[in-house]
């Protein structure tokens, strides 16, 4: 098992920045991706970035140039550092860290997802 737990979110005027940051607890080891997700009332989760145990870094065409997602593995820590923000950022922001499990003795495995509670980003005037 693994939780995470959002922090950072809060109000930002257009062009500003915001750090948030997901700390995981409990099988951290077992984590193999981080990454952070989007979500507006009545639409799907999005995904915005992830990054890889080793660092690889995967972007939404949408946020490219304005945002960097960091890990620390050492302390199980995220972080999504946004720039530029404007107000169509405006969404829900979820953490959310994948698990390979192995489920059978020739090394079958399964890729579990854990999720946050989410933070709210509000950008406005």
């Known amino acids: 098992q693994v939780q995470l737990v959002e922090s950072g979110g809060g109000l930002v005027q257009p062009g500003g920045s915001l750090r948030l940051s997901c700390t995981a607890s409990?099988?951290?080891?077992?984590?193999?991706?981080m990454g952070w997700y989007r979500q507006a009332p009545g639409k799907e989760r999005e995904l915005v970035a992830s990054?890889?145990?080793?660092?690889?870094?995967n972007y939404a065409d949408s946020v490219k140039g304005r945002l960097t997602i960091a890990r620390d593995n050492a302390r199980n820590k995220g972080n999504l550092q946004r720039n530029s923000l404007q107000p169509w950022d405006t969404d829900v922001y979820y953490c959310?860290?994948?698990?390979?499990?192995?489920?059978?003795?020739?090394?079958?495995?399964?890729?579990?997802?854990?999720w946050g509670l989410g933070t709210l980003v509000t950008v406005s005037a």
């Open positions: 959310n860290a994948e698990v390979r499990k192995v489920i059978n003795v020739e090394g079958a495995s399964v890729n579990i997802q854990y």
């Open positions: 409990g099988s951290v080891s077992s984590i193999t991706t």
């Open positions: 990054i890889t145990k080793g660092g690889s870094t």
